[in-house]
């Protein structure tokens, strides 16, 4: 029988106090510091420019939410830290916090949250307004939450019996999946669609990768756009969990009819189990729709199924991605 104990309230309701110590550890590159200075908080203190006792406080914090091990006064980076928060490592993705703990973000979730509990969504627009500036700090912050990601995909796509041609990639973000499929098949051309600003970012990133003479962008409303037809490919990246099923059957209508023949329709997406609190991560991303979203959700895999058919699409497979907590729907 488990001991019954307050502890995992007293967790959650402290959760923003972690917030605050992976913000600070982020800002001053205190991995990074711990790493190279061998753990020695005088050394630590000097590099990050900040106060020995504060820099004390911080890694023994962190050391309790185990991100940080101590032995006799050094401080150690644990496998994952060091990986993922060390600025030097090429897996770095420390930036995510930018956006994930940006104010607009934690303002959504904790100065009201039982009105949009009883609203069941977002009161008003959330992070749905046009032109919100804060998809502009998603299109650069979250470029390493999805890299790896977005590889494995254009491998899978590399080994089609036919390379696609024309791509699109609706809101297309950073526009790291679309970039990963033309980097995958040379002979595509992709096209983007977002809002303009957020396209400016996605532009960056594919002059960066080399593909920008085969990237092409169309600014606006995904709804609303007229992005064309004979589409080989047709990405939908980390979007359809914002709507509501009718409105995800429209935009996959919309996609199905704009596909050549043959074309396909990716999707990736957050997809809990029947249960809907399982895998944790997953199951968890609901509670985040309805924070910042008037009607979006994390739906199951059957729910992409009949969403898919209700658009016209014959079949609709589901697979996860590991080690992403997501999984790809494919429509075809």
């Keep these: ?45 000097k590099r990050v420019q900040a106060s020995e006792r504060g820099v004390r406080m911080l890694c023994d914090y962190l050391t309790v939410q185990g991100f940080l091990q101590k032995e006799v006064g050094r401080y150690r980076l644990t496998p994952s830290t060091s990986a993922f928060l060390t600025s030097s490592s090429p897996a770095w993705m ?11 973000m934690t303002t959504l979730w904790l100065e009201d ?70 980097k995958a098949a040379p002979g595509a051309d992709v096209v983007a669609t977002d809002w303009q600003a957020v396209l400016e970012v996605a532009k960056e990133n594919a002059v960066a990768a080399g593909v920008s003479a085969r990237y092409h962008t169309i600014a606006g409303s995904a709804f609303e756009v007229e992005w064309g037809t004979d589409f080989d490919l047709v990405l939908i990246t980390n979007f359809l969990h914002h709507f509501d099923p009718p409105t ?6 919309k996609v199905r009819g704009s596909l050549s023949p043959g074309g396909r329709a ?28 008037p009607r979006g959700d994390a739906y199951t895999a059957r729910e992409f199924e009949q969403m898919g058919r209700e658009a016209g699409f014959s079949k609709v497979s589901v697979a996860p991605l590991p080690p992403s907590p997501q999984s790809l729907v494919v429509f075809e």
């Excluded at 959650?12 to 590159?29: E, F, H, I, N, R």
């Design 113 to 182: 949250p039982v009105a949009f509990v009883r609203n069941g969504g977002s009161v008003g627009l959330g992070n749905m307004a046009p032109d919100n500036p804060v998809w502009v700090k998603f299109a650069r912050a979250m470029v390493p939450f999805v890299t790896q990601t977005a590889q494995d995909i254009a491998q899978q796509v590399s080994t089609w019996p036919t390379a696609p041609k024309r791509v699109l990639d609706i809101a297309a973000g950073h526009g790291v999946f679309g970039i990963a499929i033309a």
């Design 248 to 253: 995800c059957v429209e935009m996959l209508s």
């Design 1 to 45: 029988m488990d001991d019954i104990s307050p502890d995992a309230f007293v967790d959650a309701v402290s959760g923003y106090q972690k917030t605050a110590a992976m913000k600070a550890a982020l800002a001053l590159d205190l991995f990074t510091a711990i790493a190279s200075e061998n753990g020695e908080l005088e050394l630590i203190s």
């Design 266 to 293: 990716l999707a990736v997406d957050f997809v809990p189990n029947e249960d809907r609190v399982s895998p944790p991560f997953a199951a968890a991303f609901s509670f985040v729709m309805l924070a910042s979203t």
């Design 94 to 104: 420390g930036s995510i916090v930018d956006f994930i703990a940006a104010p607009e």
